[in-house]
């Protein structure tokens, strides 16, 4: 057992977390993590699952199992491909031009697949430290995605946040969120599921919120260059993705799906 010490320090430091925001998510001491990291004293087997969950992996690849097999990059696009999320083939694109994978965001239609997905987005979240204030689903798929996220964030991480979504139609009393109601000053990550010449998504942000708030970043599963590029010129922010067209090549090439 004593490679799992070894193998913990790893997740740790892939995640960007120190050993003090391990011990707070185990509910135990930083002496006791530094020791497992040292391979002087080993993790009690009741902690195994928790620790396994935390880190979205399996007990088998703390054991070094396949640890270094898939990257978290690599697990989500397998992920994608278990869930009939991402199929290949030869495909035309809503704004022109063809791809030869398609990722059909419809597919994330189980409690269990909505929950992981919103464990990877706030895993982007807080690798790429961005500070907000609340969280926005951009109807319809967003919707759900936030929601997964911010429940992901609290869990995972402790984070409290402010939570809304967009309506598609006002209601009678004329708003336009549901939920919180974003504030000047407030720092926002819109969630969406997929972004390709990121023309939509400017249309509905134009409409939903003026320039007294600060778009934090906007995050969704998948991104093409030209939309990303757009949105991030137009708002001044960043465009996050769980993964790129690069990866999802570099997977198929590399026989990951």
Same mark, same amino acid.
């Given at each position: 057992?004593?490679?799992?010490?070894?193998?913990?320090?790893?997740?740790?430091?892939?995640?960007?977390?120190?050993?003090?925001?391990?011990?707070?998510?185990?509910?135990?001491?930083?002496?006791?993590?530094?020791?497992?990291?040292?391979?002087?004293?080993?993790?009690?087997?009741?902690?195994?699952?928790?620790?396994?969950?935390?880190?979205?992996?399996?007990?088998? @690849?703390? $054991?070094?199992?396949?640890?270094?097999?898939?990257?978290?990059?690599?697990?989500? &696009?397998?992920? %994608? !491909?278990?869930? =009939?999320?991402?199929?290949?083939?030869?495909?035309?694109?809503?704004?022109?031009?063809?791809?030869?994978?398609?990722?059909?965001?419809?597919?994330?239609?189980?409690?269990?697949?909505?929950?992981?997905?919103? @464990?990877? $987005?706030?895993?982007?979240?807080?690798?790429?430290?961005?500070?907000?204030?609340? &969280?926005?689903? %951009? !109807?319809?798929? =967003?919707?759900?995605?936030?929601?997964?996220?911010?429940?992901?964030?609290?869990?995972?991480?402790?984070?409290?946040?402010?939570?809304?979504?967009?309506?598609?139609?006002?209601?009678?009393?004329?708003?336009?969120?549901?939920?919180?109601?974003?504030?000047?000053?407030?720092?926002?990550?819109?969630?969406?599921?997929?972004?390709?010449?990121?023309?939509?998504?400017?249309?509905?942000?134009?409409?939903?919120?003026?320039?007294?708030?600060?778009?934090?970043?906007?995050?969704?599963?998948?991104?093409?260059?030209?939309?990303?590029?757009?949105?991030?010129?137009?708002?001044?922010?960043?465009?996050?993705?769980?993964?790129?067209?690069?990866?999802?090549?570099?997977?198929?090439?590399?026989?990951?799906?």
């Amino acid at each position: 057992m004593e490679e799992i010490g070894t193998n913990i320090r790893l997740l740790r430091k892939t995640k960007n977390i120190t050993q003090e925001e391990l011990a707070n998510a185990l509910h135990i001491s930083y002496q006791a993590v530094s020791k497992w990291e040292n391979n002087s004293s080993q993790p009690d087997i009741a902690l195994l699952p928790a620790i396994a969950n935390y880190f979205g992996t399996s007990i088998d @690849e703390l $054991f070094g199992f396949k640890l270094q097999a898939m990257t978290n990059k690599e697990r989500f &696009i397998r992920f %994608m !491909a278990d869930t =009939g999320v991402l199929t290949f083939g030869n495909y035309t694109l809503k704004a022109g031009g063809h791809s030869n994978y398609y990722i059909n965001s419809e597919n994330f239609c189980t409690n269990a697949q909505i929950a992981k997905l919103g @464990e990877f $987005f706030a895993d982007c979240i807080r690798e790429n430290h961005i500070e907000f204030d609340c &969280i926005v689903g %951009m !109807a319809y798929h =967003g919707i759900s995605f936030a929601a997964a996220t911010a429940i992901a964030l609290y869990q995972k991480y402790g984070i409290t946040t402010n939570f809304c979504h967009d309506r598609k139609v006002k209601d009678s009393r004329g708003r336009i969120f549901c939920g919180h109601m974003p504030e000047p000053g407030e720092r926002i990550i819109i969630i969406d599921d997929l972004i390709s010449s990121g023309q939509t998504l400017n249309e509905r942000i134009e409409f939903l919120i003026d320039r007294t708030k600060t778009i934090a970043a906007i995050l969704v599963i998948a991104q093409r260059e030209e939309g990303a590029i757009l949105l991030e010129k137009t708002y001044k922010t960043k465009v996050l993705s769980v993964i790129h067209d690069e990866d999802i090549i570099c997977a198929l090439k590399d026989g990951i799906i």
